[in-house]
């Protein structure tokens, strides 16, 4: 049966319910949650294992919209942290939250034809809730960037194409609308740079890389809504977003 996107965004968040129901006390309480690194280490593999085996690859009759490129920006981590998961809210053994409303950032990266690319590897970056990245020269008042957000994260997509991360819901600085920066590898090659939006945000029709976007299908693919995580804590939300990368023959 093809799942549509509302489909697969609601099995995983039910799969994710099943995966970590045992620990559910710890998880409803940030504080108990990050009390241990085993706490940590069982929520990243929860967030594993809640990505994986959920996506059925869908069969197209056409080819799908390929996801949008977009400018890396300058503020890649010019210093990679040491921790480099796809949990971008607590790093390694910190018991203190990155401030910011916490969002589960999800989807599939697949080819033209809806095939999942599996092993693909996912990056996403982004600045923290003071307009801050994680960069030597990043604007903003860098005395008040964050230390407990993570500001890059990782992951490796699972058999069916699956990705997911926790971090914070994009926030606006001087000059650009808020933002998640996304970078897509297969095997060390790169595959795609790209953005992600917030849909509905006002400062989406001044900003100048959004609006070079093409109308419709297109600038549609990457600006999502970030919506309110069924079943989860309050202030907890979701956004989905797959990501269709065109490949050539030879990958």
Known sequence: MLLDGTSCNHNLWMRFHEVIEPTRPRLMKLSSLYASSASRRHFLRALSLSAAGLWTPGVFAEALTLTPRATEGPFYPDKLPL???????????????????????????LDPKGNPLKNAVVEIWQCDASGVYLHSRSGGNVEKRDRNFQGFGRFETDSKGGYLFRTIKPVPYPGRTPHIHMKVKLRDKELLTTQIYVKGYAQNERDGIWKRLPEGAVRDSVTVPFTSKSGGKAGELEAKCDIVVGLTPAE
């Open 83 to 109: 921790d480099q998961d796809n949990d971008l809210i607590i790093l390694k053994d910190s018991t203190t939250p990155a401030v910011g409303e916490i969002t589960y950032l999800s989807g599939r990266v």
